[in-house]
């Protein structure tokens, strides 16, 4: 099974902070990555699918990128509604469905 | 607008079995892999179990193999999640998922 290793599990960062958070898989996996943010009590929403692109309604300072087996998603200038935590997901090899570990955006 | 709405979790003892339910709207349900995916509060997304659009290819996270049965019947735009033997350490919020969209979850919880 293809195993996703995102780093780091957690980061503090103030408001207009650039915050990167990478995504590497244990072997080669295209372009089906996805990001997905999700508050707590909430269901995780998607941002980013197939690397890169931002899905409906998703302000553009998220943006992602990458190929193969390392991925990155940044968010270019941190907003308070930011503060959550993310995870990146590969769908090239089901099954499974693989997740990352999560990354903790909180505020400094 | 997509939807997904999750059903049928709910308390129940060990060993006991849980059947969940997942309503699927605005997209064609019989076009998409779908899947069901777990979250103890506080901690990370698990995938459980998945299905082909046509059933042709299932799999399920080795936690939970020969335990829960995932199933679907596109003329209804439903999928189910058969869940047998249950244990203490399925208790979790249970997601339905296509890629990209997400149900708000129904609460498992096992104990005595």
């Known amino acids: 099974d293809i195993q996703l290793t995102q780093s780091p599990s957690s980061l503090s960062a103030s408001v207009g902070d650039r915050v990167r958070i990478t995504c590497q898989a244990s072997q080669d996996i295209s372009k089906y990555l996805n990001w997905y943010q999700q508050k707590p009590g909430k269901a995780p929403k998607l941002l980013i699918y197939?690397?890169?692109n931002l899905a409906r309604g998703v302000p553009s300072r998220f943006s992602g990128s990458g190929s193969g087996t390392d991925f990155s998603f940044t968010i270019s200038s941190l907003q308070p509604e930011d503060f959550a935590t993310y995870y990146c997901?590969?769908?090239?090899?089901?099954?499974?469905?693989?997740f990352g570990g999560g990354t903790k955006i909180e505020i400094k | 607008e997509v939807q997904l709405v999750e059903s049928g979790g709910g308390l129940v003892l060990p060993g006991r079995s849980l059947r969940l339910s997942c309503a699927a709207s605005?997209?064609?349900?019989?076009?998409?892999?779908m899947h069901w995916v777990r979250q103890v509060p506080g901690k990370g997304l698990e995938w459980v179990s998945g299905?082909?659009?046509?059933?042709?290819?299932?799999g399920y996270a080795d936690s939970v193999k020969g335990r829960f049965t995932i199933s679907r019947d596109n003329a209804k735009n439903s999928l189910y999640l058969q869940m047998d033997s249950l244990r203490a350490e399925d208790t979790a919020l249970y997601y339905c998922?296509?890629?990209?969209?997400w149900g708000q979850g129904t609460m498992v919880t096992v104990s005595s």
């Open positions: 997901q590969q769908y090239d090899n089901f099954p499974p469905l693989t």
């Open positions: 197939d690397t890169s």
């Open positions: 605005g997209f064609i349900f019989g076009d998409y892999a």
């Open positions: 998922a296509k890629v990209g969209a």
């Open positions: 299905i082909t659009w046509n059933s042709d290819s299932i």
